[in-house]
């Protein structure tokens, strides 16, 4: 008994906190992303959860389907908010064409990942492809918009249009820049001089 009081004792284990479902449904959509976009509708649950390192019955406790998984993973591409946050993060004293060419690439890259989950499930999943149609994606649009005017308020009073029909224009060239045969696609930097400047080689001087 009394050599049995001095042997070293293992701490009890304490367990993590457990996610609440909002948490968990975040974490097992941002893992089943990047396998939407690879193997489109065509993706098992069962390899969701296990690049989320959980059973396949966790995803059925927050999700009712995989349905409503791809349709929720649809909602988080389309989402603005991780767009309109790198664009709130954009040093407003810099120049202009600075500005414009960071929110540039910054929504460039927002359209990429929409452009790569759309594609994947266009295929395959025509009626999950369709439900980032409307108010979702003018909600998406009209954030963005917002976020790109207050870029471009320091410059308000020399603008020949209101930051917002301004942000617009330059929202409308950006995502609907034409690709042409045998000539690379404008980077951010070409693009905006484009818009700040024009079509001629020397309106920017």
Known sequence: MTAA???PTT???RRA?????EQRRAMIIQAAIPLITEYGSAVTTAKIARAAGIGEGTVFRVFADKDELLQACIAEALSPEH???ELDTIDVTQPLPDRLAEAAE???AHMDRLGAIMGSLGH???KHAGTVRGAGREESTTRIRAALADLLEPEKDDLRRPPEQIAALFLGLLFTQPRTDGEPDLSPRELVEVFLHGALSGGAE
Do not use: I, T
């Open 11 to 13: 701490p009890a284990r």
């Open 83 to 85: 767009a309109v946050r």
């Open 5 to 7: 009081k001095n042997e």
């Open 17 to 21: 906190p457990g996610m609440s479902p």
């Open 124 to 126: 395959r999943g025509g």
């Open 106 to 108: 910054a929504l460039q």
